[in-house]
């Protein structure tokens, strides 16, 4: 009897985009191009992987209560079209961009949110990290204390979604309480990777763990798109800055 061989359907293509330091502006241009070739089907779905230099970022429901950023501190300020509240980048933080159609994905921006919890969660299993989301908060949390370690803010537009969410890897976590109040969460204590460990820990240690995850969680087959072949993808000034980048 021949038996009956099944095979696996492989999951579908996207491209990754890692970069290295990119100010806030130039990065949420680069969303915007990437989002508008997604949404046409020109190109499939796309994670960016990158740090900022110190910004902070409001979101369309921050009250101006939340700003108490220091005269003359080294850092932009950047309203933005995400959701949430006010939160703070810096070298040091895992930003990560997924520019995903979710027409692919279950057209359910609650559950996105929870995905994108979901692959924080398994970014940080690998480093003795258990992590989890909280009821009724967005973000990835360590408890007991809570202390927060990663947040989310997203913008959907015909589907297709920009932002996304920040891992504290190995930062300077007082910007997150003495500039603003993040998230506008009064009582909220942030922490990172590497105080947690009690070691250093850098960015590019955390990026596999962080790939692999969404490709797990979103069912997706990544191809490493360098910036140097971005030709066509976004206009030429954005991309000769970012292919300097690296």
């Known amino acids: 009897m021949v038996g009956v061989v099944r095979l696996m359907p492989m999951p579908p293509g996207a491209y990754l985009l890692e970069l290295g330091l990119v100010p806030y502006q130039e990065a949420w241009d680069l969303q915007r191009?990437?989002?508008?070739a997604v949404s046409q089907g020109a190109i499939p779905d796309v994670a960016i992987l990158l740090e900022h230099p110190p910004v902070v970022t409001l979101g369309r429901?921050?009250?101006s209560s939340e700003?108490?950023?220091?005269?003359?501190?080294a850092v932009e300020v950047v309203e933005t079209d995400r959701g949430g509240r006010s939160t703070y980048h810096g070298p040091g933080q895992l930003v990560c961009y997924p520019i995903f159609d979710l027409t692919r994905h279950g057209k359910d921006v609650k559950k996105y949110v929870r995905d994108l919890e979901a692959s924080l969660i398994r970014t940080l299993a690998p480093?003795?990290?258990?992590?989890?989301?909280l009821e009724g908060l967005t973000g990835v949390w360590l408890e007991r204390p809570p202390r927060k370690i990663a947040s989310i803010g997203v913008h959907i537009s015909?589907?297709?979604?920009?932002h996304g969410y920040a891992l504290n890897v190995d930062l300077d976590a007082a910007p997150f309480t003495e500039w603003i109040t993040a998230c506008g969460l009064e009582d909220?204590?942030?922490?990172?990777i590497a105080r947690e460990l009690e070691r250093p820990v850098t960015v590019d240690e955390v990026r596999p763990y962080a790939r692999d995850a969404l490709a797990d969680v979103f069912d997706?087959?990544?191809?490493?798109l360098s910036a140097d072949d971005g030709h066509g993808l976004w206009?030429?000034?954005?991309?000769?800055n970012l292919a300097t980048r690296r």
């Open 61 to 63: 429901r921050t009250d």
């Open 127 to 133: 480093l003795g990290l258990h992590a989890t989301g």
């Open 158 to 162: 015909r589907w297709v979604t920009t």
């Open 67 to 73: 700003l108490h950023v220091p005269a003359g501190a």
């Open 220 to 224: 997706l087959s990544f191809e490493e």
């Open 188 to 192: 909220a204590s942030f922490t990172t």
């Open 33 to 36: 191009a990437l989002a508008g």
């Open 235 to 240: 206009s030429q000034p954005i991309h000769g």
